[in-house]
């Protein structure tokens, strides 16, 4: 049997088989797996180091049980067939805070990292506790470009859908459509300023969209505007976000820019900055 190909004398490569257990996205069906693990054992400097699979509904039982038997079968024929067991992974995120799901030899956190977890997940009693310490771990922030007044009447943005129903002071954010600020957001999104909720308004374009801070006094140039995350007693989550563009939150926190500046926290210690000019590593708050 020939060496995979393109793998260097001096490296093996560790391949973890996906068994099709009933996502229909990949991987082989368990009457597949035992014909394939004998082929990455006879292939020089490969090693079969993992089983998975992944659970297309995880916040069902029974969707979660018919793929978990499913996924025994492949294990099963693995025995049978004299084939050592590598670690098994299935659970990700979801698996992880239902009761139901198995966890293995290994796991698959997704979602969770962020801190966050999908509105219709049903959290397992032994797993309340976990759930209680997660952490948003992501928020998006800005200050504004421009504060104006604008007289009753006043069109903001293309198309002028929202116009001005009284005197209305208006804050423009560089954030727009192009750094992942969906055009679906509007209307109907948010942003937080002086610890109180302003409206976004008119339609969100490529580099901005505006907010109505008419009714936050004081607001100012160098204001910070939360439009994901917490300021004082009020929060804007990743949940919410997903409603408002009828989506998952997996996609609110993954569809943001690169252009989109990044500053890497642990705690309240600066660990890194990234943005379109390069990134800057830092340890304990010191430059590297």
């Not at 049903?122 to 470009?145: D, N």
């Not at 607001?219 to 949940?239: C, H, K, P, T």
Request: a negative charge; glycine letters at 10%.
């Amino acid at each position: 049997m020939p060496a995979a190909v393109g793998v260097p004398e001096d490296v093996e490569l560790h391949v973890h088989l996906e068994v099709e257990t009933g996502l229909s996205r990949g991987g082989v069906k368990p009457r597949a797996v035992v014909a394939l693990a004998r082929l990455i054992a006879s292939t020089p400097r490969v090693r079969l180091a993992g089983l998975w699979s992944h659970l297309a509904t995880p916040e069902s039982s029974d969707a979660t049980f018919a793929q978990d038997r499913a996924f025994e079968d492949a294990v099963a024929a693995l025995s049978d067939a004299g084939i050592a067991l590598p670690p098994r992974h299935l659970s990700a995120t979801g698996g992880l805070f239902t009761e139901w799901a198995p966890n293995h030899e290994g796991v698959r956190p997704g979602l969770s990292l962020y801190g966050i977890l999908p509105e219709n997940l049903a959290v397992g009693a032994r797993e309340v506790e976990i759930f209680g310490r997660l952490q948003p771990a992501m928020a998006l922030k800005c200050r504004p470009l421009r504060l104006e007044t604008f007289p009753v009447g006043t069109p903001v943005g293309y198309g002028g859908r929202w116009l001005a129903e009284r005197e209305s002071v208006i804050a423009t954010l560089p954030i727009g459509y192009g750094d992942g600020w969906a055009r679906s957001y509007s209307p109907g999104a948010q942003a937080i300023v002086r610890g109180r909720r302003a409206p976004l308004v008119g339609t969100v374009a490529m580099d901005a969209v505006m907010a109505d801070v008419t009714d936050v006094p004081g607001v100012e140039l160098d204001d910070e505007f939360v439009l994901l995350g917490r300021q004082g007693g009020e929060s804007i989550d990743a949940n919410e976000l997903a409603r408002l563009r009828n989506t998952i939150p997996w996609e609110v926190v993954t569809t943001m820019a690169y252009r989109v500046p990044r500053v890497y926290h642990a705690g309240s210690v600066l660990m890194g900055l990234r943005t379109l000019d390069g990134e800057t590593r830092t340890r304990a708050g010191e430059a590297s």
